[in-house]
């Protein structure tokens, strides 16, 4: 794997011209995709409604089946931050923008991150701002008992994929900071007025409860795959960090960024993105050429994938021991000093 990636890096400029005859958007498989997810996820919200007449349980499955909906319409809001989903820069804004509202989520601020996210993934140097929170094994040993109690707390699966979506939604949506730029903090502002205008007319004719019971279900579902695929995407068994002296952005998208296999009813929900590495080598490449460009380079053939059922023990690995060059659970810790 490692010799494979190190003749790559050698080869950059083959890299490059591989997998750039991908990052062409297609108008026509992008509107067609925006029609597959919103329309159904607009016919799924009507029938939370009816069904709300029967039984919740029955709303609660289709609330299922609408966040994986939601999933797919926020990856178009994510290709469209990174201006693969149009041609038109223009055009990447507005929709990202509209399909932002739906994922609650403002696109200014969060493409913001995003950015920095794919600048600086794999890179302990410049660990901290658009990714998920990881220490090193040695950083984790010198931290007090409340640092690492912190740590650990937000590590716990539970209430990463439980708490977090409604802090999300709730509180780090919502608010802007100083570091912002003027347009992303107008974004942020004019994204909640919208809602609020939006949920407003939408209480005004179903009431605010019913209004609750659809919505909050699909945006927690949603929201908490959401945390997990970014979670799987860059924590596991074989993932690679580096110090800022030998980080490189290609080799990193390829030991940083993970290849999740899953069923294809589950690739399709989640817009391809399980082929993450490519996705970092490349965010110019629209979400429905990801797999076309993973399947037609060789280079691609040494990433191993990660099949669903492994990712509940990436669950498990929480710290990154610098010495060993591996992720680590807690458990293990103490062993690796």
């Known amino acids: 794997m490692n010799n494979t990636i190190k003749s790559g890096k050698e080869s950059e400029r083959s890299w490059e011209k591989a997998v750039m005859k991908y ?11 925006i029609c597959n997810s919103v329309i159904p996820y607009i016919f799924m919200w009507y029938l939370m409604y009816r069904s709300l007449e029967y039984s919740y349980w029955i709303t609660l499955l289709l609330a299922l089946v609408a966040s994986g909906f939601l999933i797919r319409i926020f990856i178009i809001f994510h290709d469209c931050g990174h201006r693969s989903f149009f041609v038109s820069k223009r055009a990447n804004e507005i929709v990202g923008m509209i399909m932002g509202l739906f994922a609650f ?7 913001g991150q995003h950015s920095i996210h794919h600048a600086t993934s794999g890179n302990l140097d410049k660990r901290g701002i658009g990714d998920i929170w990881t220490m090193t094994l040695e950083e984790y040993q010198k931290s007090s008992n409340r640092e690492k109690f912190m740590y650990r707390a937000f590590r716990n699966p539970f209430i990463m994929f439980t708490l977090g979506p409604v802090l999300l939604i709730l509180i780090q949506n919502r608010i802007s900071t100083k570091t912002m730029t003027k347009s992303a903090k107008i974004n942020v502002y004019f994204t909640n007025l919208i809602l609020l205008i ?8 179903i009431g605010i409860k019913a209004y609750l019971l659809i919505q909050l279900p699909i945006l927690l579902i949603g929201h908490s ?18 110090r800022n002296n030998k980080w490189d952005y290609k080799t990193s998208a390829i030991t940083g960024s993970s290849f999740l296999k899953v069923p294809a009813v589950l690739q399709w929900f989640t817009g391809n993105i ?3 590495h490519v996705h970092h080598l490349s965010s ?12 037609e380079n060789e280079f691609f053939r040494e990433v191993k994938p990660i099949v669903f059922f492994s990712t509940f023990r990436a ?5 990154w021991d610098e010495k060993n060059r591996k992720m680590i659970s807690f458990r293990k810790a103490p062993a690796a000093i």
């Open 105 to 111: 989520t403002p696109y200014y601020k969060w493409h």
């Open 198 to 205: 939006m949920a407003g007319l939408i209480i005004m004719l």
């Open 23 to 33: 990052a062409h958007p297609d108008l026509k498989k992008s509107i067609w995709q």
């Open 225 to 242: 795959i959401g945390i997990w695929l970014f979670y799987i995407q860059h924590q596991y068994d074989e993932v690679n960090w580096e």
């Open 315 to 319: 669950l498990t690995l929480g710290l």
């Open 284 to 295: 110019r490449i629209p979400n429905y050429y990801l797999e076309k460009c993973h399947n």
């Open 274 to 276: 399980g082929f993450h």
